[in-house]
């Protein structure tokens, strides 16, 4: 049983920085790609960042520039760097493996509140 558990966020001005972090624990096989999402009220859930095991990223175009996604094969830990953050960046965000990069064996965590106000 893979468990992803997400933290590091909480409330931050706008223009200031945040890291989140996702542990995963339990299971015995790889996780090809690793991923954050984030669910903001009122839409639909979207991909943030992706990383694979060997370094490969993508992000949604809305965070390029701002946003670092970055993983430690040995701790099993994944991160997300948040720079310059914005109010339309307040979310929930969701820590994401999917084992095979097919979509069909895929864990989430339980998600970690980011709130970007003054």
């Known amino acids: 049983q893979v468990q992803l558990v997400e933290s590091g966020g909480g409330l931050v001005q706008p223009g200031g920085s945040l890291r989140l972090s996702c542990a995963r624990s339990g299971g015995i096989f790889s996780i090809y790609v690793m991923g954050w999402y984030r669910q903001r009220p009122g839409k639909q859930r979207e991909l943030v960042a992706t990383?694979?095991?060997?370094?490969?990223?993508n992000y949604a175009d809305s965070v390029k520039g701002r946003f670092t996604i970055s993983r430690d094969n040995v701790k099993d830990m994944v991160y997300l760097q948040m720079n310059s953050l914005k109010p339309e960046d307040t979310a929930v965000y969701y820590c994401n493996g999917d084992v095979n990069g097919l979509g069909s064996r895929k864990y989430w965590g339980q998600g970690t509140q980011v709130t970007v106000s003054s």
């Open positions: 990383i694979t095991s060997d370094g490969l990223t």
